[in-house]
């Protein structure tokens, strides 16, 4: 997200999660805080548990949505995602597995523009 933009990040999140719900993901959580650490949106599909980094830029961004999850964030994600792993789905055996995805927002008026990466770190 953009940094100090609190609203526009929540619009991002809620443009990906009705991007997810439409294909076919159940959303178990927002802004989840783990410790010091956050996960923008965390999904179900099948018996996949999905991390997702919603990241926005604005027109005068000096590098894209996608070219902002650099090495640190994706450390930092994978942190949380492990934390949550082991707290709340290590037991779970309707749970296989957990990806990591990553999506992009764009706002062009009203419309907005989800692009969404699978598998992306």
């Known amino acids: 997200m953009t940094a100090g933009?609190?609203?526009?990040g929540r619009r991002a999140e809620a443009a990906v999660a009705r991007f997810l719900e439409r294909q076919g993901y159940q959303i178990v959580g927002h802004n989840l805080r783990l410790g010091h650490l956050e996960l923008d949106i965390v999904a179900r599909v099948d018996t996949t548990i999905v991390v997702?980094?919603?990241?926005?830029?604005?027109?005068?961004?000096?590098?894209?949505?996608?070219?902002?999850?650099d090495g640190n964030k994706r450390s930092r994600i994978r942190?949380?995602?492990e934390r949550l792993w082991q707290r709340r789905y290590k037991n779970d055996t309707s749970v296989d597995r957990m990806r990591f995805d990553a999506?992009?927002?764009s706002f062009e008026g009203d419309e907005e523009v989800v692009e969404y990466v699978v598998a992306a770190f």
């Open 52 to 69: 997702v980094e919603v990241r926005t830029r604005g027109a005068g961004a000096w590098t894209t949505a996608f070219g902002s999850i």
């Open 5 to 8: 933009d609190d609203s526009l």
């Open 103 to 105: 999506a992009a927002v």
């Open 79 to 81: 942190r949380a995602g």
